[in-house]
């Protein structure tokens, strides 16, 4: 029989069957058929009774996804990382140095704060800024209290000894008279009251007066560096209060001692004092005290 050249088709139009290009082993044949029956490696066939199946493709490694897939469990992050779109789980942590997740870096050198921004918290144990009066400081309530126990000192000593004095004279007096027991609550007894109380008046003005007026304070106020300025005039840094306001701050400290010597009423003008040395602990802004009210003054700390 006459074979057409290897080039040619048959006369049906197929190439022969010794003429096909021969297809690798392990592969399956051009066009996505199979043509006759798959061979196993030892070259033996599949039974006939066995459904046959077409060549399985290469198995992928054990632990490993299969091609075009991602990891098992999706695409995993590493440690500290935030997931894609910048949200971390509920409750997570951002890593150290880094920004909240779904926030903006911070920069490390900005100033904190800004328009509109809170003050920083004050720092524990950080004293806050003492209230002041024309950029000076207000002087504590507990360094007055001592610089007029000072100014008391100051001022009792030489009126006891005025007082010692006058008691002399009016024993002297009642012996004079034949008398020698004091009527407590006559009018001798008011009378000798009445003296001494004036007395009191005399030197605790004369004190007070004169160094308010000269040096703007006394000598319980020097030893703490106060200095009593008038809280209408912001230019006063230094030297005395005018001799009015000065004598009204001495007065409404020491007035009350004149009535002294009435019965009941000298009680109560006896506490006077009291409150007033008190009322620059509840009086806000300037701590004033009574007298500082009257005389519309302040104390400061001296610079």
């Known amino acids: 029989m006459n074979y057409p050249p290897p080039d040619q088709p048959n006369d049906n139009g197929d190439?022969?069957?010794d003429q096909e290009p021969q297809q690798p082993s392990g592969q399956p044949p051009q066009g996505g058929e199979s043509r006759g029956t798959p061979q196993r490696p030892d070259g033996e066939e599949e039974q006939s009774g066995e459904a046959?199946?077409?060549?399985?493709?290469?198995?992928?490694?054990?632990?490993?996804?299969?091609?075009?897939?991602?990891?098992y469990g999706g695409s995993q992050q590493p440690y500290g990382q935030p997931p894609p779109g910048g949200?971390?789980?509920?409750g997570q942590q951002p890593p150290y140095g880094q920004p909240p997740y779904g926030g903006t870096p911070q920069d490390p050198y900005a100033t904190p704060g800004g328009y509109g921004a809170p003050p920083p918290p004050q720092p524990y144990g950080q004293p806050t800024e003492r209230p002041s009066v024309h950029g000076r400081p207000l002087a504590e309530w507990w360094q007055r209290l001592v610089a007029?126990?000072?100014d008391g000192i100051v001022v009792v000593v030489p009126f006891f000894i005025i007082a010692f004095i006058v008691g002399l004279f009016y024993a002297a007096a009642l012996v004079r008279e034949g008398e020698t027991e004091l009527q407590i609550g006559t009018g001798a007894d008011l009378t000798l009251t009445l003296v001494l109380s004036l007395v009191l008046l005399a030197i605790g003005l004369a004190y007070e007066v004169f160094m308010l007026t000269r040096y703007g304070r006394t000598l319980g106020k020097m030893?703490?560096?106060?200095?009593?300025?008038?809280?209408?005039?912001p230019l006063q840094q230094s030297g005395g209060l005018p001799s009015n306001t000065a004598l009204i701050r001495s007065l409404v400290w020491y007035g009350p001692a004149i009535l002294a010597w009435i019965p009941f009423i000298g009680t109560i003008a006896n506490l006077i004092p009291i409150i007033n040395g008190l009322w620059p602990l509840w009086d806000r802004p300037n701590r004033q005290s009574l007298n500082d009210k009257a005389a519309k003054t302040v104390v400061v700390v001296d610079h």
Do not use: M
């Open 15 to 17: 190439t022969p069957r």
């Open 52 to 71: 046959r199946e077409p060549y399985r493709e290469p198995q992928q490694p054990y632990g490993q996804p299969p091609q075009g897939q991602p990891p």
């Open 87 to 90: 949200q971390g789980y509920p």
């Open 148 to 150: 007029r126990i000072i």
């Open 223 to 233: 030893a703490f560096s106060l200095r009593v300025i008038s809280l209408d005039n």
